[in-house]
Structures are given as structure tokens and as C-alpha cells.
């Protein structure tokens, strides 16, 4: 499956669920908006249009962004210097 199938069959998950929705509103815009193949980041559940204060799924530090970065890298078989990663600066990967 393609990256941009995969971000499309996330997005109906997303909007198959059911009362509860993900918030990634941020990443995702700055994702398309730059032409980023990827965005990853904790997800803020949405009941009834607003955001309930809780995270869905686990936790996204500095560990898991760098984690993440690390496997989608060697996925796409890619080595180091050919990957760059932009963070919000809280929990950037190390």
C-alpha cells in the first residue's frame, strides 16, 4: 500500500469511529501544507465537536517520534542523511 492510501484508509478509520474522533488537525494541515509524506502525533479525542481532554492510543514522546521516524526510515529503505524530521520542539526526537 502507498503512503498516500495509507493516510487515506487512517482517515476512514477516523471518520468511521464512532462517537469519540481523533485530533491530529495541527499535523495533519502542516503535513499537506508542506507536502510531507507523514505526520505523527498524539491523538486528542473529540466527543460531540470538542476536544474531552484525553489522548487516544499511546502517548507520543521523544522516544516514540524518534521510534517512529527510525521505522518509517528503514521501511522505505532510506538511509539517515536522507531523512528529515521537523518537532515542535516539547518532545522532539533525540
Same mark, same amino acid.
Given at each position: 500500500m502507498g503512503r498516500k492510501a495509507a493516510r487515506r484508509g487512517e482517515a476512514q478509520r477516523r471518520e *468511521? %469511529?464512532?462517537?469519540?474522533?481523533?485530533?491530529?488537525?495541527?499535523? *495533519?494541515?502542516v503535513r499537506d501544507k508542506l507536502g510531507f509524506d507523514y505526520?505523527?502525533? !498524539? !491523538?486528542?479525542? @473529540?466527543?460531540? %465537536?470538542?476536544?474531552?481532554?484525553?489522548?487516544?492510543?499511546p502517548l507520543v514522546d521523544a522516544g516514540g517520534k524518534a521510534a517512529h521516524v527510525v521505522r518509517i526510515r528503514k521501511e522505505l529503505?532510506?538511509?539517515r542523511?536522507?531523512?528529515? %524530521? @521537523?518537532?515542535?520542539?516539547a518532545t522532539t526526537c533525540r
Open positions: *468511521d %469511529a464512532p462517537r469519540v474522533r481523533r485530533f491530529t488537525y495541527f499535523t *495533519d494541515r505526520a505523527y502525533s !498524539n !491523538n486528542l479525542d @473529540i466527543e460531540d %465537536a470538542k476536544l474531552v481532554g484525553t489522548v487516544s492510543g529503505g532510506l538511509a542523511w536522507r531523512v528529515i %524530521a @521537523i518537532g515542535d520542539g
